[in-house]
């Protein structure tokens, strides 16, 4: 098994963030895992990206052609990243931002209004977590209790400890709004 | 821009983009001080109808996109070297008027050397510094000009002078040597001091067309983005706190 | 031990700190930016000493002091920084002083951009800076080997009183991979320095330098120097072999593209295409040896790099007309993807 | 008629809110529009208290407002 | 015109002054000091800017500044400035900017000695900066014939847009021999130069830059140099042949081991071994098909370098396997008399 | 020495070669103050007992066989990165007394950012400059010392101040930071001012073992060989018309 | 007997003259002896004249003096 | 024909001068010539030495193993290169300030008083004229005119021009000095 992810949004939502939760996860599962970042001149402001790789033997390259899931958290992410995902695979949308439909029909597409999710409950910025956890529920690698796991672990110590209940509550409506799509 | 066409007739325009900016969007972060800089450097080219006789030397920092910004000739530097590129150009071509445009870790690190002996060669460029007291491009690393206790990526618990060296008043210093014809410290952090940081821009060009020899003006900036404060806050930091360690004026002015 | 997710820059910090790293000077470059915030962070309160210096030059001179006063040092930078390192370099390297210097190329040349590139490849291999010298050229291919070759490049800097280059790229430092950390290493485990600038005291004075007027004299100093280096030749070649033994294709590729080429060798045998990978490890010493042994096998030897053909030489003068040498490269910070390559391999099979 | 008009362009604002924050009149505000960066852009909130000074425009970092005045009526002149 | 008696270091500094050099940047350094002198003597006389900079960092960017403006702009100096000049050189390659840089080898690595060597070979021909990039490299074995190669270097510099060097040592720079300088340019011979920056009056603006933060199109920057360097490598390759047609024993050398190994063969030929030299003139792009032709016809293939085997390399990379490629070369400023590589000779004939 | 065996009873030794220095001989030309500079460093080493501490660094100059000279260990630094190498050793063992020995090529010209560096940072160490307006070593080129209208090999017609740059003072510049300690223009061109001159490199190790930080001694020297002139003109030259230029006296001292 | 007695290093000494020209006393010169690197040494021209003051050794820039004074008598001290 | 000479002294006693003008001299009558300088720590006030070889064809190693003449202006050059010359070559010692006699019995030696013949003439320091003047006869190249040509192109309009006289004189004095030994 060798599964890829891409995450991709503006900066500031979260996206290397929530990239890294799943990989920690995965080691934390015992699986081999790659966590690269895009990095680049609209760093800050701009465009950010990450590719995950989850699996169960070491891993090759990191850089993948056709990863079989894509989050998109803004439109420009969808144009750039739709076209790559592997046939069979799952696309999810902030579909807060993005007002256009996934195009591809060989993929399951996965429109989560993640924006608005985190917003009803009540912090904007956990719309990562949002996405992630229909991501999870997308890739069907790794128990969504992993995810959660993996997401202390991040926040835990690091005064953000507070959050972590919210961060879970935003994983679980991710998956359940995944569901859904998916079931 | 299309809009203009919705303005009513009796009004006239008073203020746009100054005639040496391309269209290009800066590639600078939201509310950096950069970007009035830029633009007031663009004002003073308008201003002396000198655009096609100038060149202007990016360095590497945030400015290194400079090229795309500016409709004049640009040369981009090696990080530090912006002073010795422009000595190049203007020894080899004295009529073009040469400025370099760099930040607190270019030209006052790296680029010491350089800075230092191109102004006691009372070289004849114009000089325009950005001090920000931190290094912007790369992720928010101690300047030579971070204020003491400021925590920067690289100075965690904050710069101790003892251990990490004091803040570097590199105007102070070439103020002391023969060659500079002008040093001068300006802010942009509000209108009033926007409008003499400008003035002082325009000396030390006018002084190059004259031949009256190397012209500094140091600026303070802002790094909202590694400051971690909105550009507002940033902006009263520079304020409150910045010019008590960097004071504001004229350091040097043969007049 | 357990596994911790980490970048690469992290882990290769964490790993000098634990190799015994005394001090570390450094002037900020992207893409190695993390491990000088780790640093900063880290070696402090580890009983290091952290300083960022005014500039590449200065903190290479910085570690030559260092290492002339007998601790563990280490520099880190990218591309257009090591290449304000050379002159230093040049020193360290006749002076005998023991060092790590990390480069996490980017693309090049001149300020290039900040994605992974190989294009320093000759710079590190042959030398870059002036006069006959080598560095102990390391090329990690994933974050824990990363970690592991610097525990190694500290060992083998002191074993031989070479310094020692950690050769990645943006990608390596950048991405991150669980890692095992070596354990901390005991001060007595590290070597004495007996020829250290520690204070004449009970012992004739100590001199570092790199300087003789007279060429007979100059020329003895570097007849020691070669002879270093053809012990470490006969001694420390290192690499790895990935599904050579039936290889028709061999694919040659160091670090980033190493890895990569690790994956191009799965895809092609799953299309029954029989294509080995030799990845070198140590680049210098290169593995001319076990190369040229491979090429008396296989009828093609490919070499892939992002660079535009530097250890493609090395890899010829290995094979030495003994098979095909075609090569691939990337230019400019571009990354091919693992089929672009198995297009590549296509070309030389069936 | 107000004195003063100021047009954003949006593509080049950042949303920086240093020209809400400069103008002297409380002209400026945030709209609730994001161009194609993701920023939130500046509008005239209370265009009839401009009065054209510019101050706005000139603490824009990113160059993104012009402004226009009223001509001075031939009689006040 | 007539012979002139004149220092290596004079010969160049009056050959480029003909050559009308119009900026020339330099910090101090033995054993090219008599070209600086030449120059802040002659070239503010004629027209031209002489400069003392404060560093070789410096010199070698205002040489790039000036390269920028479009005149003639060179810089010299010696092994450790020319590795402090390796930034610099990166940049000036990628921003497609023609100079001459000069470097009058001396013992190394490191502070090393004043004494003529050639341990700078690696990094003038393989790229001692970051990045893939390569110089023109010029290796003049006479005085006359480094006047000659300032000249070529200047011309085939403007014509590739690619920097050139001219790779000599501290006895070709301290000799002196009688020379014929060449003609004066006219200016109207000097090629134009509408990229430089000018002031963009009547044309768009020009910008020099090594800077591309999208690897494509860094790629595509690095492609057309590439592009340039083959075509260098087609056109540009230059070598001398000495008693070449029946000998049994080739000789590759360069510089000022070239020239001594005209000697040697004479000797040689002397007592009857028939012995043939080849000399590579361009040290890039190597003549390698020359010597693989040779090597077709001899048993022997012997590389003779004042250093440790650099230029080895591509010679071995040349033969591939064709001849038996020894080795003779010294270290730390000495330079071997004839008679001592006759005795080299010996070994391998008869 | 042998002779030494030939001194009548009931006479002492008053002046000998301090115990720092070896046997070696200098590799000054005849004349060069250089010598003298040497030997008053060796003989504060001697008097503050510190010679099995104290490391030195030899710069690429004239002095660059220092080592051959002292007793203690010794490191040899590229040309202008003493300070450099100084920061390294010091901050690897700060017990150690580290000094550098550097001309005014080497400190002030390709040296110029890690000098002011290390004098920012405050680096506790002691830095002994000897300027004597030249480039000994390498035959006589200008120095950024030089003064106007001085004839080198590199300005065959004399300094020009708006060509070649001005004298550049840099012990007044480092003056004007926050990190040094100490900073003086010294003289020995006679017994009176090497006196003077050696309290004050006396009073820079001193400050060394105090931990008060970077001390530097400037030392107006000669260089008869390439000036053209005999040791006496030399000298001579320095009281009468360096001293104009470059005035004696501390700059700074933090006492 | 002299008060001080200078012993020149002949092969350390480099004929600069220094040494000459600082004797407030004139008891230096120089000889007619050349040493190994072809230098010209000093002498005590006039050793009677001698103080012992060691000016000579401190302006001496090859270190090649040595002072010997005469030790105060018991009574003088 | 293939000549090489090396001139060896102090620093100061103008013998790269002297080398130069033998090389001059070759070059001005048609021939192929070199002139290699030593160089080292000791360039002031110690010692110094070149290399002038004098062809007819193209000249290959300007380092030469065996010259076939020798110019020691003092002792230590002797030591150092006696040895070394050419069987049949010539050694032309500065009598003045080497006491010893050349040890070689298969070479010409021509002791010159050189630093006495100058101080005779009337200034020391053309004691390197005298010299060469003695060795332009040993080696028999050259024409004593050639070199006294040479001598005057060297000084020429250099403000020497006052001292060409005294250099010509110099120059016949060594060259008759020399007849002694060799005619
Ligand atoms: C030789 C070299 N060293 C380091 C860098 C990395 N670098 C890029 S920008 C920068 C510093 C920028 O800081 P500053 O000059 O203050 O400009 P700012 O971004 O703050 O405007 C550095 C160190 C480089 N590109 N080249
Ligand atoms: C990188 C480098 N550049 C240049 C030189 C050549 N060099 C040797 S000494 C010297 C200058 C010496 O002048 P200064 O520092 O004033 O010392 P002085 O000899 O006058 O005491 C130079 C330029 C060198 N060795 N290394
Ligand atoms: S990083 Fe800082 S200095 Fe650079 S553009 Fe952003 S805010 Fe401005
Ligand atoms: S022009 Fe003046 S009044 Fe109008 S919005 Fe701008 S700052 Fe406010
Ligand atoms: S100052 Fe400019 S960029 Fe900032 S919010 Fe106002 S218009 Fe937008
Ligand atoms: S060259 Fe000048 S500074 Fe150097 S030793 Fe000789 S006299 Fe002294
Ligand atoms: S000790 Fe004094 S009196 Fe005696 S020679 Fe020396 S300077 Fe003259
Ligand atoms: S000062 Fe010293 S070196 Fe000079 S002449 Fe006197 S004793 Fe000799
Ligand atoms: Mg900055
Ligand atoms: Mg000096």
């Given at each position: 098994?060798e599964?890829?992810?891409?995450?991709?949004?503006?900066?500031?939502?979260?996206?290397?963030?929530?990239?890294?939760?799943?990989?920690?996860?995965?080691?934390?599962?015992g699986?081999?895992?790659?966590?690269?970042?895009?990095?680049?001149?609209?760093?800050?402001g701009?465009?950010?990206?990450?590719?995950?790789?989850?699996?169960?033997?070491?891993?090759?390259?990191?850089?993948?052609?056709?990863?079989?899931?894509?989050?998109?958290?803004?439109?420009?992410?969808?144009?750039?990243?739709?076209?790559?995902?592997a046939?069979?695979?799952?696309?999810?949308?902030?579909?807060?931002?993005?007002?256009?439909?996934?195009?591809?029909?060989?993929?399951?597409?996965?429109?989560?209004?993640a924006?608005?999710?985190?917003?009803?409950?009540?912090?904007?910025?956990?719309?990562?977590?949002?996405?992630?956890?229909?991501?999870?529920?997308?890739?069907?690698v790794l128990p969504?209790e992993?995810?959660?796991?993996?997401?202390?672990?991040?926040?835990?110590?690091?005064?953000?400890?507070?959050?972590?209940?919210?961060?879970?509550?935003?994983?679980?409506?991710?998956?359940?709004e995944?569901?859904?799509?998916?079931? | 821009?299309?809009?203009?066409?919705?303005?009513?007739?009796?009004?006239?325009?008073?203020?746009?983009?100054?005639?040496?900016?391309?269209?290009?969007?800066?590639?600078?972060?939201?509310?950096?001080h950069?970007?009035?800089?830029?633009?007031?450097?663009a004002?003073?080219?308008?201003?002396?109808?000198?655009?096609?006789?100038?060149?202007g030397?990016?360095?590497?920092?945030?400015?290194?996109f400079?090229d795309?910004?500016?409709?004049?000739?640009?040369?981009?530097?090696?990080?530090?070297?912006?002073?010795?590129?422009?000595?190049?150009?203007?020894?080899?071509?004295?009529?073009?008027?040469?400025f370099?445009?760099?930040?607190?870790?270019?030209?006052?690190?790296?680029?010491?050397?350089?800075?230092?002996?191109?102004?006691?060669?009372?070289?004849?460029?114009?000089v325009?510094?950005?001090?920000?007291?931190?290094?912007?491009?790369?992720?928010?690393?101690?300047a030579?000009?971070?204020?003491?206790?400021?925590?920067?990526?690289?100075?965690?618990?904050?710069?101790?002078?003892?251990?990490?060296?004091?803040?570097?008043?590199?105007?102070?210093?070439?103020?002391?040597?023969?060659?500079?014809?002008?040093?001068?410290?300006?802010?942009?952090?509000?209108?009033?001091?926007?409008?003499r940081?400008?003035?002082?821009?325009?000396?030390?060009?006018?002084?190059?067309?004259?031949?009256?020899?190397?012209?500094?003006?140091?600026?303070?900036?802002?790094c909202?983005?590694?400051?971690?404060?909105?550009?507002?806050?940033?902006?009263r930091?520079?304020?409150?706190?910045?010019?008590?360690?960097?004071?504001?004026?004229?350091?040097?002015?043969?007049? | 031990?357990?596994?911790?997710?980490?970048?690469?820059?992290?882990?290769?910090?964490?790993?000098?700190?634990?190799?015994?790293?005394?001090?570390?000077?450094?002037?900020?470059?992207?893409?190695?930016?993390?491990?000088?915030?780790?640093?900063?962070?880290?070696?402090?309160?580890?009983?290091?000493?952290?300083?960022?210096?005014?500039?590449?030059?200065a903190?290479?001179?910085?570690?030559?002091?260092?290492a002339?006063?007998?601790?563990?040092?280490?520099?880190?930078?990218?591309?257009?920084?090591?290449?304000?390192?050379?002159?230093?370099?040049?020193?360290?390297?006749?002076?005998?002083?023991?060092?790590?210097?990390?480069?996490?190329?980017?693309?090049?040349?001149?300020?290039?951009?900040?994605?992974?590139?190989?294009?320093?490849?000759?710079?590190?291999?042959k030398?870059?800076?002036?006069?006959?010298?080598?560095?102990?050229?390391l090329?990690?291919?994933?974050?824990?080997?990363?970690?592991?070759?610097?525990?190694?490049?500290?060992?083998l800097?002191d074993?031989?009183?070479?310094?020692?280059?950690?050769l990645?790229?943006?990608?390596?430092?950048?991405?991150?991979?669980?890692?095992?950390?070596?354990?901390?290493?005991?001060?007595?485990?590290i070597?004495?320095?007996?020829?250290?600038?520690?204070?004449?005291?009970?012992?004739?004075?100590?001199?570092?330098?790199?300087?003789?007027?007279?060429?007979?004299?100059?020329?003895?100093?570097?007849?020691?120097?070669?002879?270093?280096?053809r012990?470490?030749?006969?001694?420390?070649?290192?690499w790895?072999?990935?599904?050579?033994?039936?290889?028709?294709?061999?694919?040659?590729?160091?670090?980033?593209?190493?890895?990569?080429?690790?994956?191009?060798?799965?895809?092609?045998?799953?299309?029954?295409?029989?294509?080995?990978?030799?990845?070198?490890?140590?680049?210098?010493?290169?593995p001319y040896?076990?190369?040229?042994?491979?090429?008396?096998?296989?009828?093609?030897?490919?070499?892939?790099?992002?660079?535009?053909?530097?250890?493609?030489e090395?890899?010829?003068?290995?094979?030495?007309?003994?098979?095909?040498?075609?090569?691939?490269?990337?230019?400019?910070?571009?990354?091919?993807?693992?089929?672009?390559?198995l297009?590549?391999?296509?070309?030389?099979?069936? | 008629?107000?004195?003063?008009?100021?047009?954003?362009?949006?593509?080049?604002?950042?949303?920086?809110?240093?020209?809400?924050?400069?103008c002297?009149?409380?002209?400026?505000?945030?709209?609730?529009?994001?161009n194609?960066?993701?920023?939130?852009?500046v509008?005239?909130?209370?265009?009839?208290?401009?009065?054209?000074?510019?101050?706005?425009?000139?603490?824009?970092?990113?160059?993104?407002?012009?402004?226009?005045?009223?001509?001075?009526?031939?009689?006040?002149?």
């Amino acid at each position: 098994m060798e599964k890829a992810v891409i995450f991709a949004g503006f900066g500031g939502q979260g996206i290397l963030l929530a990239g890294k939760i799943l990989a920690r996860a995965g080691m934390n599962r015992g699986l081999e895992v790659t966590w690269l970042p895009s990095y680049g001149p609209e760093m800050r402001g701009g465009t950010a990206n990450c590719t995950v790789v989850v699996a169960d033997s070491p891993i090759g390259s990191p850089v993948v052609d056709n990863p079989e899931a894509l989050v998109a958290m803004n439109a420009p992410s969808l144009d750039r990243f739709e076209g790559r995902v592997a046939a069979g695979g799952v696309i999810v949308v902030n579909s807060s931002l993005v007002k256009r439909a996934v195009k591809r029909h060989d993929v399951r597409a996965v429109p989560v209004p993640a924006n608005d999710i985190a917003a009803e409950l009540g912090n904007p910025r956990v719309l990562n977590m949002v996405a992630l956890g229909a991501l999870v529920r997308g890739l069907d690698v790794l128990p969504l209790e992993a995810v959660e796991e993996a997401m202390e672990e991040e926040l835990r110590g690091r005064g953000r400890d507070k959050l972590i209940e919210l961060n879970r509550r935003a994983l679980r409506r991710g998956f359940s709004e995944a569901e859904k799509y998916l079931a | 821009m299309s809009v203009e066409a919705a303005i009513p007739e009796g009004y006239v325009k008073v203020f746009s983009k100054p005639k040496a900016l391309s269209d290009a969007k800066y590639t600078y972060c939201p509310g950096c001080h950069h970007g009035i800089i830029t633009r007031l450097v663009a004002e003073a080219i308008d201003e002396l109808g000198i655009l096609e006789r100038t060149v202007g030397i990016s360095p590497v920092g945030c400015a290194v996109f400079l090229d795309r910004f500016f409709n004049c000739d640009f040369v981009q530097a090696a990080h530090g070297r912006a002073c010795a590129v422009a000595t190049g150009i203007k020894r080899a071509r004295p009529d073009l008027v040469v400025f370099t445009y760099q930040g607190d870790g270019d030209l006052a690190a790296i680029g010491a050397a350089e800075t230092v002996h191109a102004a006691n060669r009372g070289e004849n460029i114009t000089v325009i510094f950005v001090n920000n007291g931190v290094y912007g491009m790369t992720g928010g690393e101690m300047a030579p000009t971070t204020l003491p206790g400021q925590r920067t990526t690289t100075t965690p618990l904050g710069r101790e002078p003892r251990l990490h060296g004091y803040p570097l008043k590199i105007s102070e210093m070439l103020a002391q040597l023969e060659g500079p014809a002008y040093i001068t410290r300006q802010a942009v952090f509000d209108y009033r001091h926007i409008v003499r940081a400008k003035q002082a821009i325009l000396k030390a060009f006018r002084n190059q067309l004259e031949g009256k020899g190397f012209s500094l003006v140091e600026i303070l900036s802002t790094c909202p983005t590694n400051w971690r404060m909105t550009p507002v806050e940033a902006g009263r930091w520079v304020a409150e706190h910045v010019v008590k360690v960097y004071p504001l004026g004229d350091l040097k002015d043969v007049g | 031990m357990s596994r911790v997710l980490m970048r690469g820059n992290e882990a290769i910090a964490e790993a000098a700190i634990r190799s015994g790293l005394k001090c570390y000077f450094c002037y900020p470059i992207t893409p190695q930016g993390e491990l000088v915030e780790y640093m900063a962070r880290e070696l402090p309160k580890r009983g290091g000493v952290f300083l960022q210096a005014e500039s590449e030059v200065a903190a290479i001179n910085m570690v030559y002091g260092a290492a002339a006063a007998g601790v563990r040092a280490m520099t880190s930078s990218s591309s257009p920084g090591i290449s304000l390192k050379q002159e230093g370099i040049s020193y360290i390297a006749m002076a005998r002083l023991p060092c790590v210097i990390v480069n996490m190329m980017r693309g090049g040349p001149g300020l290039g951009n900040i994605a992974p590139a190989q294009g320093d490849y000759f710079q590190a291999t042959k030398g870059g800076g002036h006069g006959d010298y080598h560095l102990i050229v390391l090329a990690p291919s994933t974050v824990p080997e990363a970690a592991e070759l610097v525990r190694l490049a500290f060992e083998l800097s002191d074993r031989y009183r070479v310094p020692a280059m950690i050769l990645a790229d943006g990608m390596i430092g950048q991405m991150m991979e669980p890692v095992e950390l070596p354990e901390p290493v005991e001060p007595e485990d590290i070597p004495e320095r007996p020829w250290a600038v520690t204070g004449a005291k009970g012992r004739p004075k100590n001199v570092i330098t790199s300087f003789d007027l007279e060429p007979e004299g100059l020329k003895e100093m570097s007849l020691a120097l070669q002879e270093t280096y053809r012990e470490i030749e006969r001694n420390e070649v290192r690499w790895e072999e990935v599904e050579t033994e039936d290889a028709e294709l061999l694919i040659v590729a160091y670090g980033t593209m190493g890895r990569i080429a690790k994956t191009v060798v799965r895809l092609a045998r799953q299309e029954g295409i029989k294509v080995g990978l030799l990845r070198p490890i140590t680049l210098w010493p290169f593995p001319y040896e076990p190369v040229r042994e491979l090429a008396e096998r296989v009828r093609t030897v490919l070499t892939v790099e992002l660079s535009a053909g530097q250890m493609w030489e090395d890899v010829r003068l290995a094979v030495e007309g003994r098979a095909e040498t075609p090569f691939y490269g990337e230019l400019g910070g571009v990354v091919p993807s693992p089929k672009r390559i198995l297009e590549e391999v296509r070309k030389y099979v069936g | 008629m107000p004195k003063g008009i100021v047009v954003v362009d949006k593509e080049r604002c950042k949303g920086c809110g240093l020209c809400i924050e400069a103008c002297p009149f409380g002209v400026l505000g945030f709209s609730s529009e994001y161009n194609s960066s993701g920023y939130r852009v500046v509008y005239m909130e209370h265009p009839d208290k401009c009065t054209g000074c510019a101050i706005c425009a000139n603490v824009c970092p990113d160059v993104a407002l012009e402004v226009y005045r009223q001509e001075p009526t031939k009689e006040a002149a």
